[in-house]
C-alpha cells in the first residue's frame, strides 16, 4: 500500500482541502475531514512529470488531486505516459543535455550550410516559370521611370548588344523569355542585374566601361546564369527559410533578445548570395567556352568595375560584408576555367 | 453542477487591507535548460510534429513553478490541439509569404484580411490561454468577442491614424482594459476601474516630450559641431573624416533610446494595469522599475548573443523570477471562494496563428 498527502479540490469552488490518500492495487482511497472517497484507479487520470513541477491527478466529475510526493505517483501509476515519461527522464540528465546540444548545434551548421540551399533549390523546381516572370515584372515596374531611364545609346550600338545577347541565349530550352534591357539607371553605376523570368538589365554606365564586346557577354553570361537558376527565386526562399530557422530555435526568448538574431542572419544571407554568384560565374565561363569566347573577358570586366567601383566609393572595397565573392578570387577562377 | 462564488462578483472587491501573498517562481535555470535543449532536439528529430508537445511542457514546467498562497498554477492545453495551430499557421504563413513576393500588388489586400482576421486570432487565442489555465482547480475563462474587438481596433486605429500614431496608447489602453475585463477566474469577473487609465498614458507622452527635446539638442549640438570645424561639406568636396563614425554613434543613440523608452513604458503600464486590477476579494501590487528592465533586457540580450542562443532558457527563467518577485496578490478574504464556471471548450489554439504574425495584446 501506497500512502501520501495530498490536497483534494472538489472542482466546483477553488476551496483546497488537505487529505491523506492510500493506494491500492485498483484503487485509491481519500480521507480528509468530511471525506471519504474511493476512486477505482481506471477512472484516475494523471498528468506527465514535467520537471519537479506538482504532480495533478484528475478524478472523475472534475475533481482534483494535487500532491509533491512524486514517488508516489510514480509507484502508482507506473505505466502512464510512457513516451512523455521518457523525454521526463532524459530532461533530468545534463549527459542526455549535452547530447541534445550537440544534436542541435550540428543541425543548425548543416541546415544553414546545406540544407536550407538544398531545400530553396528544391522549392525553387516547384514554381512555375509563369510565377517567376510576374515576380520579375512586378521588380521591373519598381525600377522604371524611378531608378532607372531608357537607355541613351545610338540605335546600331543597342543593336549589336541584342545580337550578343541573342548568340548567348540562342538554344537554351529552359523556358524563360530571355531579353536584353538596355537602361540608363544613373543612381546604380556601371551594374547588370538579373530579373526572375528572364529580363537582363545591363547600364549605359557598363557598356561605356567595357574596353571590348567580348567582356560586355561575360557580363551578361553572368546574368543569364542567375535567371537559369533561378536565384532570385531561391535568395527569397533563403531568405524566409533562415528567419524561420531563427524564429524555431530562439522564438521563445523575450521579443528583445530575438533582436540578437538579426545581425547573424543578416550575415548568413550575404554568404548565401556570394555562394549564388559563384554559382553564376561558373555558368558565365561554361557558356562563354561554349559560344567560342575566352572567360578571361569574364576577368577583365571584373577588374574593370572593381575600379570603377573604388573610385566612385573612394575607398577600399569591403569584402566581408560584399555580396560578392572577392575579386582576386573570382578572376583567379576566370583565369584558371577550361 | 455550480456553486455561485462566495464573493458576490466583482463589486465585492475591498480595498483594505488584507494578507499578501507575494507571488513565487522557483523554477530553476539549470532544470529548465535541460528541458528546453531535450525538446529542441526532440522538435528536430520528429520535423517540428514535437514542437507542439514540447510547447506543453515548457510552459508546464513555468506555470507549476509559479505560486501564490504556495499552490501552483496548471497549464492544460493539449497539444493536438496546439499542433494544429500550428500547421494552420505555418500554411498562412507560407500564403502570405508567397503572395507578398509573387503578386506584391495585391498585398494591400493581404493586410486588410491581416486587419479582419488579427482580432479574430487574438480573441481566440486569449480565451485559449485562459481555458486552458488553472489554478487550484478552478479555470479562468475569457468572454470578449470578435465584434467589441473588431471594433476596438477599427475605431482607434482610425484614430491612430488620423492623429499621426498620437493616439496608438489610448487604442493600446482601450485593447488592455478590453482583455482585462473579459476575463474571469472561475465565474468571477476581473475588474480594471478607470483609474489605471491616467498612470497607464503618462509614459507614453513624457517619451514623446523627452524625444522632441532631445531631438533639439542633438540637432543644435551637430549644427554647434559643423560650424566649429568649419562647414566642410561643399558640394561635391570630400566627406570629412569624422562622418562614418557619427552616423555610427546616431544609429547606437537611437537603438539605445528605443530601448530605454521599451523598457519604461513597459514597467509603467504593466504596473499601472495591475495595480488597478482586481478579482474578486483579490487585488494586486506590481512594483516593476524601468531600470530594472533595462538592466534585465540588456544582460539578457547580452548573454544570449555570446552564448550563441544557449543562455535562451536561463533569460526566460531570469525574466520571469524578476516578475515574480515584483508582484504581489492582496487578499481581503480567503481565496477559497471562488466557484468553478460551467466550461466551454475552446478547440483550435488561435494564438499559433496569432504567435506567426506576432499579433499580442498580452500584458
Known amino acids: 500500500m501506497i500512502e501520501f498527502e495530498a490536497a483534494y479540490y472538489d472542482g466546483r469552488t477553488s476551496a483546497r482541502k488537505p487529505v491523506r490518500v492510500r493506494g491500492y492495487t485498483l484503487a485509491i482511497q481519500i480521507v480528509g475531514e468530511g471525506l471519504r472517497l474511493d476512486v477505482p484507479l481506471a477512472k484516475v487520470h494523471v498528468d506527465p512529470p514535467v520537471g519537479g513541477t506538482r504532480r495533478a491527478l484528475h478524478l472523475p466529475d472534475g475533481a482534483q488531486l494535487q500532491t509533491d510526493d512524486h514517488a508516489a505517483v510514480e509507484a502508482l501509476f507506473p505505466r502512464a505516459h510512457l513516451l512523455e515519461g521518457w523525454v521526463h527522464r532524459l530532461e533530468r540528465h545534463w549527459l542526455y543535455a549535452l547530447a541534445a546540444i550537440a544534436l542541435v548545434a550540428a543541425f543548425t551548421w548543416w541546415s544553414v550550410v546545406d540544407g536550407l540551399p538544398l531545400a530553396a533549390k528544391v522549392a525553387a523546381g516547384f514554381v512555375p516559370v509563369t510565377w517567376e516572370e510576374k515576380l520579375g515584372e512586378q521588380t521591373l515596374g519598381f525600377f522604371e521611370g524611378k531608378l532607372c531611364r531608357p537607355s541613351a545609346l545610338d540605335a546600331a550600338r543597342q543593336q549589336a548588344l541584342q545580337r550578343r545577347f541573342a548568340r548567348l541565349t540562342a538554344g537554351l530550352t529552359d523556358g524563360y523569355a530571355y531579353r536584353l534591357l538596355p537602361r540608363d539607371c544613373r543612381a546604380v553605376g556601371a551594374n547588370a542585374f538579373a530579373l526572375p523570368g528572364g529580363a537582363v538589365v545591363i547600364t549605359d554606365a557598363l557598356v561605356k566601361l567595357a574596353q571590348s564586346d567580348d567582356q560586355i557577354s561575360a557580363v551578361l553570361a553572368h546574368e543569364i546564369g542567375h535567371v537559369r537558376h533561378r536565384h532570385g527565386l531561391r535568395m527569397a526562399l533563403q531568405a524566409a527559410g533562415l528567419a524561420a530557422l531563427a524564429a524555431a530555435l530562439f522564438g521563445d526568448a523575450t521579443s528583445i533578445t530575438s533582436l540578437a538574431t538579426t545581425l547573424p542572419v543578416a550575415l548568413l544571407q550575404s ?20 559560344i567560342g569566347l575566352s572567360p578571361k573577358a569574364f576577368a577583365e ?22 555580396t560578392h565573392p572577392a575579386t582576386a578570387k573570382r578572376i583567379q577562377r576566370a583565369l584558371s576555367a577550361p | 453542477m455550480v456553486v455561485p462564488s462566495t464573493y458576490g462578483g466583482a463589486a465585492a472587491n475591498a480595498a483594505g487591507p488584507g494578507k499578501r501573498h507575494p507571488v513565487e517562481f522557483s523554477a530553476s535555470a539549470g532544470e529548465y535548460f535541460r528541458i528546453w535543449i531535450v525538446n529542441l532536439a526532440l522538435t528536430i528529430v520528429t520535423l517540428g510534429i514535437y514542437s507542439a508537445w514540447a510547447k506543453v511542457r515548457k510552459r508546464r514546467y513555468f506555470y507549476g513553478h509559479t505560486r501564490i498562497d504556495g499552490e501552483s498554477f496548471e497549464y492544460r492545453a493539449n497539444p493536438i490541439a496546439i499542433l494544429k495551430g500550428r500547421l494552420i499557421a505555418v500554411a498562412l504563413f507560407a500564403a502570405f509569404y508567397a503572395i507578398s513576393h509573387f503578386a506584391p500588388l495585391y498585398i494591400w489586400a493581404l493586410y486588410l484580411l491581416l486587419l479582419f482576421a488579427g482580432p479574430w486570432l487574438v480573441v481566440r487565442s486569449l480565451a485559449f490561454n485562459a481555458y486552458n489555465t488553472a489554478y487550484r482547480n478552478v479555470r479562468f475563462a475569457f468572454s470578449g468577442t470578435y465584434r467589441t474587438c473588431l471594433g476596438l481596433v477599427l475605431g482607434y486605429g482610425l484614430l491612430t491614424v488620423v492623429t499621426f500614431g498620437l493616439g496608438f496608447p489610448f487604442l493600446r489602453r482601450r485593447l488592455i482594459q478590453f482583455a482585462a475585463e473579459s476575463h474571469s477566474y472561475g465565474t468571477t469577473r476581473f475588474a480594471l476601474p478607470e483609474g489605471f487609465k491616467k498612470p497607464f498614458i503618462r509614459p507614453y507622452f513624457v517619451v514623446i516630450g523627452v524625444s522632441i527635446l532631445l531631438g533639439v539638442v542633438l540637432v543644435a549640438f551637430f549644427a554647434a559641431v559643423s560650424v566649429i570645424a568649419g562647414a566642410p561639406a561643399k558640394a561635391g568636396a570630400d566627406k570629412p573624416g569624422w562622418m562614418p563614425t557619427a552616423i555610427i554613434a546616431g544609429v547606437v543613440v537611437f537603438y539605445a533610446f528605443l530601448f530605454l523608452q521599451v523598457a519604461y513604458i513597459r ?39 555570446l552564448t550563441v542562443g544557449l543562455a535562451t532558457p536561463w533569460a526566460a527563467v531570469r525574466a520571469m523570477r524578476y516578475r515574480a518577485s515584483k508582484t504581489t496578490v492582496i487578499a481581503s478574504d480567503t481565496l477559497d471562494g471562488f466557484a468553478q464556471a460551467e466550461a466551454q471548450r475552446v478547440s483550435v489554439a488561435g494564438e499559433e496563428v496569432a504567435d506567426f504574425f506576432d499579433i499580442d495584446i498580452a500584458l
Open chain 1, 271 to 290: 554568404g548565401y548570395s556570394r555562394e549564388l554568384e559563384a554559382e553564376a560565374d561558373d555558368y558565365a565561363f561554361q557558356r562563354l567556352t561554349e
Open chain 2, 267 to 305: 514597467a509603467r503600464t504593466v504596473n499601472a494595469v495591475w495595480n488597478h486590477l482586481s478579482v474578486g476579494p483579490l487585488r494586486f501590487e506590481s512594483a516593476l522599475r524601468a531600470r530594472d528592465l533595462i538592466w534585465l533586457y540588456f544582460s539578457n540580450f547580452v548573454a544570449v548573443v
Open chain 1, 301 to 322: 570586366i571584373i577588374l574593370l568595375l572593381e575600379k570603377d567601383h573604388k573610385s566612385r566609393s573612394g575607398g577600399e572595397s569591403k569584402d566581408y560584408f560584399s
